[in-house]
Each structure stands twice: as structure tokens, then as C-alpha cells.
């Protein structure tokens, strides 16, 4: 059982960044993946970036392959997300998961645990 908590989202101009952080209680993430999603009205959510808390092998959407970096604290038991030059398609609510398990996957019902979402706004 992992309780996992979103935050650092908000509202920022086309070019710049956020980090975005998952907690996690319950568990620690050691023996799991985790990854990001994002959703945008009206559309599926989709994959974003993943990491394997076990050694670390990292994962990216090509949408974001170069601009986003994914990236875990041991002591913290907490996975990031650093946004880079965020663009306005970039906007969406962003998801944290977690699986129990060492393979990366895209697909969003691999993932057991979720959190609640956090808002990601990027204006033009």
C-alpha cells in the first residue's frame, strides 16, 4: 500500500520550468517503478517519463525527451519531475504512479498506485 502526493504545479510563462515532486508514505519506492503522466481536457492521459528506483534507468516521451528530467531522492523517498522550456501544449494535470517491480513501462494500467494530480499551466 503507497499513498503517493503531487505538488509544485502552477502557472508559468512558455520557456520556463517547474519541478514537480511525489512523496511517498506507506512504502518506500525501493523495490518499484515510478512514473509521470499527464492529462489534458478532453484527451487520454498519457506516459511522460519513468524511472526504476533500482539503479535508476530512466525512461522519456518524446514530447519531452531533453526538456524534462526525472530523478529520485533516497533519503526523501520522493521522485521529481524538472520541467525545462515548457511550452503551452505542455499544460495538463500531471499524475504521479507507482508499480511494484524493476521493468520501465509506458502503460498507464501497469500502474497500481496514483496520486490525486497536480495542475500544470504554461501560457503563451
Known amino acids: 500500500q503507497v499513498h503517493l502526493v503531487e505538488s509544485g504545479g502552477g502557472l508559468v510563462q512558455a520557456g520556463g520550468s517547474l519541478r514537480l515532486s511525489c512523496a511517498a508514505s506507506g512504502h518506500t519506492f525501493s523495490s518499484y517503478v515510478v512514473g509521470w503522466f499527464r492529462q489534458a481536457p478532453g484527451k487520454e492521459r498519457e506516459f511522460v517519463a519513468a524511472?526504476?528506483?533500482?539503479?535508476?534507468?530512466?525512461y522519456y516521451a518524446d514530447s519531452v525527451k531533453g526538456r524534462f528530467t526525472i530523478s529520485r531522492d533516497n533519503a526523501k523517498n520522493t521522485v521529481y519531475l524538472q520541467m525545462n522550456s515548457l511550452k503551452p501544449e505542455d499544460t495538463a494535470v500531471y499524475y504521479c504512479?507507482?508499480?511494484?517491480?524493476?521493468?520501465?513501462?509506458?502503460?498507464?494500467?501497469?500502474?497500481?498506485?496514483w496520486g490525486q494530480g497536480t495542475q500544470v499551466t504554461v501560457s503563451s
Open positions: 524511472i526504476r528506483w533500482s539503479g535508476g534507468s530512466t
Open positions: 504512479a507507482a508499480e511494484p517491480g524493476v521493468v520501465l513501462t509506458t502503460t498507464p494500467q501497469r500502474y497500481r498506485y
